[in-house]
């Protein structure tokens, strides 16, 4: 399974729960967590005032802006003043996050971070209040999930499918119209793949003008 942080209503659950007198493992079924991470989320982000004792507990507010703190300083952008400035500068200049994380050694830099860490805090509170996302080659609001799935769509759209072309050129009667074949093989066949295509004329129609595969150094007429 995947890491996932708790959220603000994991938090609330925890603390209504808590206050109910449940026990852990059932607050862990709860939410779908071991009772491990229960047990450390309650120890680790649990509300504490030397001066009022009887207010300690845990409370889902406190516990997420805790959190988040956390999560703040544990990222190097936020820790190093000058591994920050540096990554911000080599933006603003136009440089991609890939880039910046695989050059920082050579750019004398002692500490190096991923262009996943770049990524994050730029569209993170402070990337996003001081804009970063405009310098990026890709602008986006928001960030696209790493892994997201591609949508399977129509490659081509309905008014390009050869159910809807012309009728004249069935007669075959004119030049430039081109019919085009691709067959694309298992994976083990290799890398190539090959396509056909067809000048829709009476004189030549059953023969390939074109065939080539999908390696730029092989073509042949």
């Not at 991470?37 to 889902?60: A, C, M, Q, S, W």
């Not at 910046?100 to 805090?121: F, K, N």
């Amino acid at each position: 399974m995947s890491h996932v942080e708790l959220n603000l209503r994991d938090r609330r659950t925890i603390e209504d729960m808590l206050s109910a007198r449940i026990p852990i493992c059932k607050i862990a079924a709860e939410i779908g967590r071991h009772r491990a991470t229960v047990y450390r989320e309650i120890k680790r982000n649990r509300f504490v005032d030397n001066e009022l004792p009887k207010l300690n507990g845990y409370y889902d507010m406190s516990a997420q802006r805790t959190a988040v703190n956390w999560r703040r300083r544990r990222c190097k952008l936020v820790r190093f003043v000058d591994l920050r400035q540096h990554v911000i500068k080599q933006l603003v200049e136009g440089w991609s996050p890939e880039q910046i994380a695989g050059r920082l050694r050579h750019d004398g830099q002692s500490l190096c971070v991923s262009h996943e860490t770049i990524y994050a805090y730029v569209y993170g509170p402070d990337g996003q209040s001081d804009e970063l996302a405009r310098y990026l080659p890709h602008r986006r609001r928001k960030r696209q999930p790493r892994c997201r799935r591609t949508p399977r769509g129509l490659t081509f759209p309905p008014d390009r499918s050869i159910h809807a072309r012309p009728d004249y050129v069935k007669t075959r009667e004119t030049f430039g119209e081109w019919e085009g074949d691709l067959m694309i093989f298992e994976r083990a066949q290799g890398k190539a793949n090959v396509a056909s295509l067809i000048e829709l004329t009476g004189a030549v129609s059953s023969l390939p003008k074109l065939a080539f595969c999908g390696s730029p150094s092989f073509c042949k007429r």
